[in-house]
């Protein structure tokens, strides 16, 4: 049987572990490898690429492998090297290099999104909008020789994550090494990636003065919810605007001092129907934006950060972001980063789908059952379909992946892919707690060890 006629069959049974290889060549292909040679500091790529041992993670953030060492089996051949190397080149693998591999892959999936003509979410007409969130890596086994005695849970560290809202895509990656560290450590390089009108939305964990005046000197601007600490000054009375479908809004003027040049933003209050899971009635929204956007559509704008988190709850429960095995500081954060760049190659076959589809139907696509299917799958045809058999196939539709992407697209039937809805869920009370809430840093505990004679 050619190569093709028997691609053609698993585009029948199993059209998505088919979309997903085709977008990781139009959207990956060598670029790792480049990738790596701009970002490095003291790493060298020694007897194995490093897109080989990119690809071998992908591996397990796709469901392909439970753990890196199935994943290296599977992988054995391509790259040529022991487990140990393997492990080696993971657990060394620089932040700055899995940054920039977030990066690529979001601006690589930018330019398949547009040559499948879909086009971008308008969040707010004129302006770019970021949502701005970190995710801190859970604990982890004790398994490293300085954290087998701890008491304390080791953490491997955090990921503040930049996500486009209008591509529903995360395009940068602040990885934090020190677990104990502060998100908004990363506020002077969040500014370095804006451009002018670009909007920032975030949680009041990043209300930091410094960082709002940054963003506003860049030309660019954000609406971040008040934190408690931020103390200013309310100027006049603050006006009703209007609703919007979570409950009143209000307007007032804020400056963080009574001197000529202290800087003023909108405050923008939001007095809800109902409470949030953490009691608040009331939520306070800082905003640079200029007056003729309505205090209701900043209002509904910072809302969209939900968007980001939605993002994360599909990497956790569709993806694999995170392993309990996975002590290592570096190589938890490159599987993180390597998650996000499949959650990218995921939006690209989504895109492909609203290009052929109605757009209410694929909303109502299950990201669980893709995953089901692609995981599931995959193995199998890599074992039958060979690297060569693969590029016959994209040049026999004369090299243009958007437009195979969105054959493959046309073909699926999304009826079959649809969310199962479940009722309301009961609750539940927590349980009480055995013992006192506290973490221990790996990065911290490895440097310790590292200077212990």
């Known amino acids: 049987m050619e190569g093709t006629e028997l691609i053609e069959r698993f585009v029948k049974s199993c059209p998505f572990a088919v979309l997903t290889q085709a977008a990781i060549r139009a959207t990956i292909g060598d670029e790792l490898d480049k990738v790596f040679h701009s970002e490095r500091s003291q790493q060298y ?10 690809l071998t993670v992908a591996d397990i953030a796709l469901g392909f492998a439970e753990n890196p060492n199935q994943a290296y089996k599977t992988q054995k051949e391509n790259l040529g090297v022991s487990l140990t190397s393997f492990y080696n080149k ?3 693998t620089e932040p700055p290099i899995s940054e920039g591999v977030v990066r690529r892959s979001a601006e690589r999936a930018t330019e398949m999104i547009d040559e499948l003509e879909c086009p971008p979410w308008e969040v707010l007409r004129g302006y770019r909008v970021f949502a701005l969130d970190g995710n801190h890596l859970p604990e982890t086994d004790k398994r490293l020789e300085p954290l087998r005695d701890a008491f304390d849970a080791p953490l491997p560290g955090t990921v503040v994550a930049r996500f486009d809202l209008q591509r529903q895509l995360f395009d940068r990656a602040y990885l934090l090494e020190d677990a104990h560290a502060q998100e908004s450590s990363v506020k002077d ?13 975030a949680d009041r964990h990043y209300c930091v003065l410094h960082f709002l005046r940054r963003i506003d000197e860049a030309q660019a601007a954000f609406a971040i919810r008040q934190h408690g600490r931020f103390k200013g000054i309310l100027i006049g009375k603050r006006r009703r605007i209007g609703r919007i479908s979570a409950g009143v809004v209000y307007e007032q003027e804020i400056r963080t001092s009574d001197r000529d040049d202290a800087f003023s933003m909108r405050r923008i209050t939001l007095e809800l129907d109902e409470p949030t899971r953490d009691g608040d009635t009331v939520i306070h929204v800082l905003t640079n934006l200029p007056a003729r956007i309505a205090a209701t559509l900043v209002a509904a704008l910072y809302g969209l950060r939900w968007e980001e988190e939605i993002g994360f709850y599909y990497l956790t429960t569709t993806l694999t972001c995170e392993l309990p095995s996975l002590g290592q500081p570096r190589a938890a954060l490159f599987l993180f980063c390597m998650a996000m760049l499949a959650f990218n190659l995921r939006q690209v076959m ?24 692609v995981s599931r799958f995959t193995d199998g045809m890599l074992a039958v379909i060979d690297e060569q058999m693969w590029e016959q196939w994209i040049h026999s539709r004369r090299g243009d992946v958007a437009h195979l992407l969105r054959e493959i697209a046309r073909s699926i039937n999304i009826r079959e892919y649809r969310k199962s809805r479940r009722g309301p869920k009961k609750n539940k009370e927590p349980p009480e707690r055995t013992r006192p809430k506290t973490h221990l840093s790996t990065a911290k505990a490895l440097a310790a060890a590292r200077e212990t004679p």
């Open 45 to 54: 790529e020694g007897e194995v690429l490093f897109s080989d041992v990119a």
């Open 90 to 92: 993971m657990n060394a």
């Open 189 to 201: 390089r969040v500014v370095a990636d804006l451009e002018p009108d670009d909007v920032i939305i």
């Open 350 to 373: 989504f895109a492909a789908l609203y290009a052929e589809h109605d757009e209410e139907e694929v909303n109502e696509v299950s990201h669980f059952h893709v995953s089901v299917e």
